[in-house]
């Protein structure tokens, strides 16, 4: 069940994190869905969109996911992250991010998120494992 709406987390991140990369479609139990308009600051040679923006986004949509179960927490930090690029995502199209939570603990959040060129989201173009620490909230004493 989700504690937070698109809109809510939006308005949250535009005091928290505004520098974020993409806009949120969708959030659901345990699942958040963003899109990425590709500009020319997120290319490499070729034109394709580059690591870093892939492994950016990736963050930016595990985080999204997470907001929605337990609400407005900005110290949630990324504790690792794990990408595999599987193929060149071409610079003509959105980036498309599919997160989905596997776990959801008191202190750890682990989750995956596939990333799809708006092309063809049939085949995805980059997948990551991720987990976020979760800060201790004061109530939890046998953490």
Request: glycine share 6%; proline share 6%.
């Amino acid at each position: 069940m989700t504690v937070m709406s698109a809109e809510q987390i939006e308005h949250f991140l535009d005091e928290v994190f505004p520098q974020r990369m993409g806009k949120i479609e969708s959030v659901g139990d345990m699942t958040a869905t963003l899109r990425l308009k590709i500009g020319n600051e997120h290319l490499r040679p070729g034109p394709r969109v580059s690591g870093p923006t892939m492994m950016g986004f990736a963050d930016v949509a595990m985080y999204v996911a997470i907001l929605a179960q337990i609400g407005p927490e900005p110290m949630a930090v990324t504790s690792d992250l794990n990408c595999h690029f599987l193929r060149a995502a071409s610079g003509d199209h959105d980036i498309i991010a599919h997160a989905k939570l596997i776990k959801l603990g008191r202190r750890l959040a682990v989750g995956e998120v596939q990333l799809f060129s708006a092309s063809d989201e049939t085949r995805p173009v980059v997948h990551v494992t991720a987990s976020y620490a979760l800060p201790q909230k004061p109530d939890d004493v046998s953490a």
